[in-house]
């Protein structure tokens, strides 16, 4: 069946095209009456408006930008679930770009929004971005821009975040009440915010418990896969190796579980174990993860709702949005729990 057309529908209704137009953009200039009738006949004949020509006529592409650093991680994969959500009530395109953790790349994706391809934009920056000039460049042309997750601390714009330092506070309180005096932190870089956040929090707990905080504690892992499995490996294969650890991110936590198996150390008999992910197998590793369980999918209907208001209203100061979603602790085996 050939897709009905806007001037088909207002054939059938006996109405101008503007008419059925604007009621169906839901225009003050239409009478609530107009409009049900309108909408009642467009569900029967199941009409789908033409959004890409309607954006046309009014500048607009209808379409929001995702830049996020990987999607392997669960994290952004439901954060985006929760993006589409609201998208889709709006009637917008998500287009999704994976910077793969380069401030290159991710540079150069933002170079092509000053021309308007997008109409707003959402973005959780790399591991390697420690300036966000070329965001505020983006900004300076008027693109709308809601940061979430991972955020740049010195550009003011709207961001969606959850509570990194208090999470991680609670989550190494954890580890300490149940047996822990040498915990170290597993980090994927000095850059981040939310791993800056993070480490002061580990830090903190440490020191309320008199517990040295020398930068021993805190691991970089950087690097490809391979690298930073080989630099687990040998600190598990340490004599002085840890009798507890936090993984930073979800992509710590399988060679974590690794290179306990080939060094026959015992979780959590040990080590024992906490990784800041929403790794949906957590329940059933062997044994159970221990969770800093992020709200994922409310961070990222929050942020796209934000978003949103910045492209709608006008006057409305996007740049000073500030949202805080709190995470959970999912105490398991894996920390003794």
Not at 125 to 148: D, K
Not at 225 to 247: F, S, T, Y
């Amino acid at each position: 069946m050939s897709k009905i057309t806007i001037r088909e529908l207002a054939k059938e209704l006996g109405i101008a095209v503007s008419t059925v137009s604007k009621a169906l953009r839901d225009s003050h200039e239409i009478s609530s009456e107009t409009k049900a009738k309108v909408l009642e006949v467009a569900t029967r004949l199941n009409y789908i408006p033409n959004l890409y020509a309607s954006s046309l006529r009014r500048q607009k592409s209808r379409t929001i930008a995702v830049v996020i650093p990987e999607v392997a991680d669960s994290f952004f994969s439901i954060a985006i679930n929760g993006i589409e959500e609201v998208a889709r009530e709006k009637g917008y395109h998500v287009l999704i770009y994976l910077s793969h953790e380069s401030l290159a790349r991710e540079t150069e994706i933002l170079n092509e929004f000053k021309s308007g391809r997008v109409d707003g934009l959402m973005i959780s920056v790399t591991s390697e971005t420690c300036s966000g000039t070329h965001i505020t460049e983006a900004m300076n042309s008027g693109l709308p821009v809601v940061f979430f997750d991972r955020i740049c601390e010195d550009i003011q714009a709207a961001r969606v975040i959850t509570d990194d330092f208090e999470s991680s506070y609670t989550a190494t309180r954890h580890l300490l009440e149940n047996g822990c005096r040498q915990p170290v932190f597993l980090s994927i870089s000095s850059n981040l915010s939310i791993n800056q956040k993070r480490e002061a929090g580990f830090l903190k707990a440490l020191g309320e418990a008199g517990i040295q905080t020398d930068k021993g504690r805190i691991i970089q892992c950087t690097g490809n896969d391979e690298e930073i499995a080989m630099q687990i490996l040998h600190l598990l294969q340490n004599p002085e190796r840890p009798d507890g650890l936090i993984a930073s991110v979800e992509k710590l936590v399988p060679p974590v579980y690794m290179a306990c198996q080939q060094t026959g150390c015992r979780i959590p008999e040990d080590l024992r174990v906490v990784g800041f992910t929403n790794l949906p197998a957590a329940p059933i590793l062997n044994p159970a993860l221990t969770t800093v369980t992020q709200p994922a999918f409310e961070i990222g209907k929050t942020a796209a709702a934000l978003l949103f208001k910045g492209i709608e209203k006008a006057g409305f100061d996007l740049s000073k949005e500030i949202q805080v979603v709190r995470s959970r602790l999912m105490k398991r085996a894996s920390s003794g729990a």
